[in-house]
């Protein structure tokens, strides 16, 4: 709902909006370009009667002195019955140069008050701004859940180029945009008296003035008691009418002076709503207020990036959802089915579920587990789908769930089903914290948690039986799973290690094939090292996913494979010979990227987790700290990427290397470098340093174990790093 509440009035007020702060910033730095131009005296250096003297010498027929919010004071005048206007020195009184109000700066400010169009444009800018708001607030909480609360506001966002440019740039506007939006949709409603604006209604004197000879203004004594910094406008009485006086605007209120007697013959002071109205406008224009001006103007350029990037997202994201036929709403469907699932493939059992139930007559309702409803109004059933990512960790489409769950009001039969690989310890183990989290909160299971190891259409099928048999509904679930598109690509090198140690592992590089075709794709995929690649081996029903140690724009996609014992994917790798192809597709994975900054990096791995490591350096063109700890069996047969990694210390990109081999007289594991480096470690992690771990289970948990006991000093765990981004780990 969050979501959906911040991307629609996205989509649809976009372009308003863009419009909205495009001028809106004009005007901001207009405002601060006038206010720097302006001389402004200091409080209690020039009195209004002072300069309105200074200005009458020079025109004696002089109409109004208005002095605008940034400072400036324009003068009107008649002169040979010809009306002119001129900017004034207000210390002196002296003329600046005539005024000539810019058409351009007038045009731009007609544009985002109405867009041109009279009331109607009004409503218009009035809709932006409430758009504006609905998406600041939204944006903010959607924000707060994705960073882990309002007490990690200034923890550093993940996520693809776009996400993280909207997180990033929203988190820096969130504040002038919704000062904006707020005092749009209040100055828009005040335009059609809707709130009260206070404007004061210049009635005549209430008491009549003396009608004597006039005064020099110089010599009024209610204008002597008047700083400039307070005057907003001053009327001078006109011609020869001797009963005309003086009207004076200040920031407290209006009133009118004698100009005989220089009394002040009567004074309405603003009342609260004019108070209210000017402190609106102030707010929204930053006029006067030149830091909240910049504030503003800035806030209001991020708008069309927001926008852009925040288009990008939302496009992502349906374009990747599955197009569900029948998918009925939340609020109408009898079946809830709820999905976990980061590369889309549990999604297409959801599918095959969906249309079986619809078939056998229910109405049924599918979205993202991110998107359980605080309540379903007719739903008998919620069944939940989910694979498991990390190291027992839920998959992108998940992880609010439980968080959601938590606020959840409703209670309903669910059934968990887990999609996993039997390879990985924690084997399923978000679906089975999902049902726990369910228990826990007293939701009956229709089903025990039932688990499918890679995708087996057969498991899935038996879950199917069961679940049929549980809501009395015959369900024949024949999934048949959809290839994922993917691109050919060529062999075009190899280099091979582990002979010796009878580790076979290659470093394999690919390339696009020789165009063969106008259709056929001329550039790589677009992916970072770090990102997997799934490969199809031939006759393979299942991708097999390596870890990408290059990114695109090497021109190469280059993946470290070790070959397992019977393994169908890496034994075809180790066979395949340069020219030889494969069939591939890009699973981005941007939770494992070096953060932004300047923060140290720690990398650790062993054996071909070297890949992503070495990828990351070689793209660390600005020197940033990097050390790496890297373990292998022996350095003369697999010190993998051991020339390149000599050539980046070299140039600066790698800071320190530290080799660990066990094969070796005296030699250990790359976790006992750790521990005997554990000072220089919890050094870095005090200069905010990111550690980042690539490789095996075992290895993995001996690092975790190492680096927890380093951190304890600290006063720091892993889950507090890891909470934070700065404990990132690619295991397999
Ligand atoms: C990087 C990565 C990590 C994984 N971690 C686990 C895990 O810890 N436990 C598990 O059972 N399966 C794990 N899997 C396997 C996926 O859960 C499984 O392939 C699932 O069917 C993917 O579903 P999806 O395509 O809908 O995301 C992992 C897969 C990948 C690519």
Known sequence: MLRRLHSLPGLFAALL???????????????????????????????????????????PEVERIVRTASGSVIATYFEADLPGAERVDPLTGQALGPHQPSNLTRTITNLHRSFLMGDAGHVAAGLGAAAMLVLCISGAMLLMARLGGWGAILRPSRGTLSQRLHCELGRFALIGLTLSALTGCWMCLATFGVLPDGTAVDAAALVQPSGGARLPPGQLAALQAVDLSELRELTFPYGSDLADGYTLTTAQGLGHIDAATGQMLDFTPNDLARQVHETIIMLHTGRGVW??????????????????????????????????????????????????????????????????????????????MNSLAPRYAKAERL????ATYGDGDAPASARLFQQRLERSGTVMPVAVLGFGDRSFPQFCGFAEEVAAALRAKGWPMLLDTWLVDRQSAQDFAAWGDALGNAIGTSLALAHVAARPRTTALELSGRVEYGAESQTPTAILSFVLPAAGGFWQRRTLPRFEAGDLVGILAPGADLPRFYSLASASTDGVLEICVRK?????????????????????????NPSFRPGRGKAPVILIGAGTGIGPLAGFIRHNARHRPMHLYWGGRHPSSDFLYGPQLSQYAADGRLTRLNTAFSRVPGGGYVQDRLAADAAALRDLVQHGAQVMVCGGRDMAGGVARAFATILQPLGLDLATLKSEGRYREDIY
């Open 17 to 59: 909006i863009a419009a909205l702060a495009v001028t809106g910033a004009f005007l901001a730095f207009d405002s601060i370009i006038e206010r720097s131009g302006a001389t402004v005296p200091a409080t209690g250096q020039v009195t209004v009667a002072a300069l309105a003297e200074a200005v009458q010498l020079r025109h």
């Open 564 to 588: 397992q014992p019977g393994g169908v994917c890496s034994g075809f790798l180790h066979e395949l010979q340069p020219g030889g192809r494969i069939e591939a597709f890009i699973r981005p």
């Open 291 to 368: 830091p909240l001006a910049l504030l503003l103007g800035l806030a209001a350029l991020t708008a069309p990036v927001l926008a852009g990037a925040g288009g990008v997202i939302w496009w992502r994201r349906r374009a990747a959802l599955p197009k569900i036929r029948q998918n009925v709403g939340a609020q109408s469907a009898d079946t809830i089915i709820l999905v976990g699932s980061e590369g889309n493939s549990t999604w297409g059992f959801a599918v095959t579920l969906h249309a079986a139930l619809t078939k056998a007559g229910h109405r049924v309702h599918a979205a993202p």
């Open 383 to 386: 069944l939940i789908l989910t």
